[in-house]
């Protein structure tokens, strides 16, 4: 594992599910250092927040969880899911391309690790939705950031089929790629990276 580790009392050792998904967050913490203010605060016993890994707008990488424990980050999604912070200080802070490549390799090693595991943004999750998140927002690159997963493996190719396919545009309403991928794997369309549909109640 690369990054560092830094020690948060906000976990559940082992997991009562397998990993279904990985969930993309957003740090928003206002800070002028917001990587530093997050790994601050998920080390307070009072927050009762943490994730998984935490990467930096300069592409450092914090770990806190271990992958085969149950970060708290999500709500009722915890048991089965990963979660992956981005440093962004407000909904207006573009990420960064080097911050995006640390992310994506990330996910890669994820993805070979778990298998089957969809990707999928905290605002489109149930517990989010309900709760009114916003992240990783409206400038987080979804189609950089999945082309960079994806790079060079059969996947890019199921892509490339998806943008001949004028009718999926029409049936999610969104003319954005970058949604569009995002959607379309929530929902378990896109293969490869998404071979089962994942179960909203998390069994």
Same mark, same amino acid.
């Given at each position: 594992?690369t990054?560092? *580790? !830094?020690?948060? @009392?906000?976990?559940?050792?082992? /997991?009562?599910?397998? =990993? !279904? *998904?990985?969930?993309? !967050?957003?740090?928003?913490?206002?800070s002028?250092?917001?990587?530093?203010?997050?790994i601050? *605060?998920?080390?307070?016993?009072?927050?009762?927040?943490?994730? !998984?890994?935490l990467?930096? /707008?300069?592409? /450092?990488?914090?770990?806190? $969880?271990?992958?085969?424990?149950? &970060?708290?980050?999500?709500?009722?999604?915890?048991?089965?899911?990963?979660g +992956?912070e981005?440093?962004?200080?407000?909904?207006?802070? @573009?990420?960064? #391309?080097?911050?995006?490549?640390?992310?994506?390799e990330?996910?890669?090693? *994820? +993805?070979?690790?778990?298998?089957?595991?969809?990707? $999928?943004?905290?605002?489109?999750?149930?517990?989010g939705?309900?709760?009114?998140?916003?992240d990783?927002?409206?400038l987080?690159?979804?189609?950089?950031?999945?082309?960079?997963?994806?790079?060079?493996?059969?996947a890019?190719?199921s892509? &490339?089929?998806?943008?001949?396919q004028?009718?999926?545009?029409?049936a999610?309403?969104?003319n #954005?790629?970058?949604?569009?991928?995002?959607r +379309?794997?929530?929902?378990?369309? +896109?293969?490869?990276?998404? =071979?089962?549909?994942?179960?909203?109640?998390g069994?």
């Amino acid at each position: 594992m690369t990054g560092c *580790w !830094h020690p948060t @009392p906000n976990f559940t050792k082992g /997991r009562t599910q397998a =990993v !279904h *998904w990985i969930i993309v !967050h957003s740090t928003r913490g206002g800070s002028n250092d917001d990587y530093t203010a997050t790994i601050n *605060w998920f080390a307070n016993p009072v927050s009762q927040v943490s994730s !998984h890994v935490l990467i930096a /707008r300069d592409g /450092r990488e914090a770990r806190f $969880v271990a992958d085969e424990d149950t &970060a708290w980050h999500a709500g009722a999604h915890n048991p089965y899911t990963l979660g +992956l912070e981005f440093e962004q200080a407000t909904a207006d802070t @573009p990420f960064t #391309d080097g911050q995006l490549a640390k992310g994506a390799e990330q996910c890669h090693n *994820w +993805l070979e690790k778990f298998g089957d595991i969809a990707i $999928v943004g905290h605002e489109n999750t149930p517990q989010g939705i309900q709760g009114g998140k916003s992240d990783p927002g409206y400038l987080f690159d979804w189609s950089h950031f999945m082309e960079m997963i994806m790079a060079d493996t059969e996947a890019r190719q199921s892509i &490339a089929i998806l943008k001949q396919q004028e009718s999926l545009k029409a049936a999610v309403g969104d003319n #954005d790629m970058g949604v569009l991928i995002a959607r +379309l794997q929530y929902f378990g369309v +896109l293969p490869v990276v998404t =071979v089962k549909k994942p179960k909203l109640d998390g069994t």
